[in-house]
């Protein structure tokens, strides 16, 4: 089975980065409104490890926006069809800043934001602009859905981390003195 085919699906895809056609194809950004959960596929990067699906994360404050819009509350809430829940004064102040300084020193990018934790906010700063899909421009969607199925599996640079829980799990026991790797069918 393919990482999360479940999320990594039509209905589920926002947009992307990058350009369609040329050697560097676009980021595939994905957005579950019912989960609250957030991925995308990297189709081309200069870190062969980063290649490939993304962890899907889950954030109610989950924010996409480009650096130079002038409200990214309410671009992110467009481009998601949901506002964010609750934002607390200091993230969204994080937020702004970090967008005027990637404007000032980058350009117009694509920022994601999310809360990790209580008090992290996760900040990725893309190569390219977001491009939002939206019903004039199906025709890409059509071929962000051929691009995507090429990527089935997660980036390698987290299937290390992966092998390394499991491992460590094998030499655990639950509460009851069962070995936990029995869990697993091991």
Known sequence: MNYRDDFYIEKNIIGYTGALTGRELPTIYFYDNLESAFGCITQFHSN????????????????????????????????????????????????IKSAADIT????????????????EVVKHTSRFEFTALNKDNNIDKDLL??????????????????????????????????????????
């Not at 069809?81 to 934002?87: A, E, K, M, S, V």
């Not at 460590?168 to 869990?183: C, E, L, P, S, V």
């Open 48 to 95: 062969t490890s980063n290649i490939g699906r993304h962890p899907v994360r889950q954030d109610r404050n989950y924010l996409i926006f480009n650096s130079a819009h002038a409200d990214p509350i309410l671009q992110s809430t467009r481009i998601l069809g949901t506002p964010p829940i609750f934002l607390q004064k200091k993230y969204l102040d994080i937020i």
């Open 145 to 186: 859905i051929e691009m995507a199925k090429n990527y089935l599996e997660l980036k390698p640079r987290f299937m290390q981390n992966i092998v390394k829980v499991e491992s460590a799990a094998k030499n655990y026991y639950d509460f009851q003195g069962k070995r936990i790797d029995k869990f697993y069918g091991r």
């Open 104 to 119: 000032q020193i980058k350009g117009n990018r694509m920022l994601e934001c999310y809360q990790f934790g209580v008090n």
